[in-house]
């Protein structure tokens, strides 16, 4: 059983970065994939990106590519998500998820954290 807990939101300006953390717990983050979602207010849930298991591929969303990084550290039992040029569109709960199936988050995905909140206003 794995447990996730997303850290790093609050409020920002717009132009401004982030850096979330996903901490995990129960068993070992690196024998999962790990993407990064998002659901914005009134918006249906998308995925941001993801990054396999041996941090070897990362791939991410059309929308974020360029401005969102996502890292992990498996010693750590850790993954990031490094969001740079925050705009208010970029307001959202964000979510890590994990993925036993070796899939890079294209399928269902096996544990969720629960979110922690951006908000990207001046």
């Known amino acids: 059983q794995l447990h996730l807990v997303e850290s790093g939101g609050g409020l920002v300006r717009p132009g401004g970065s982030l850096t979330l953390s996903c901490s995990a717990y129960g068993t070992n983050l690196g024998s999962f994939d790990v993407g990064w979602f998002r659901q914005g207010p009134g918006k249906e849930r998308e995925a941001v990106g993801c990054?396999?298991?041996?941090?070897?591929?990362?791939e991410y969303a059309h929308s974020v590519k360029g401005r969102f990084r996502i890292s992990r550290d498996n010693t750590q039992n850790m993954a990031y998500l490094e969001i740079n040029s925050l705009q208010p569109e970029d307001t959202a709960a964000y979510y890590c998820?994990?993925?036993?199936?070796?899939?890079?988050?294209?399928?269902?995905?096996?544990?969720w954290g629960k979110g922690t909140l951006i908000t990207v206003s001046s």
């Open positions: 990054i396999n298991r041996g941090s070897t591929v990362a």
């Open positions: 998820a994990a993925d036993a199936d070796a899939g890079m988050c294209r399928g269902a995905m096996d544990y």
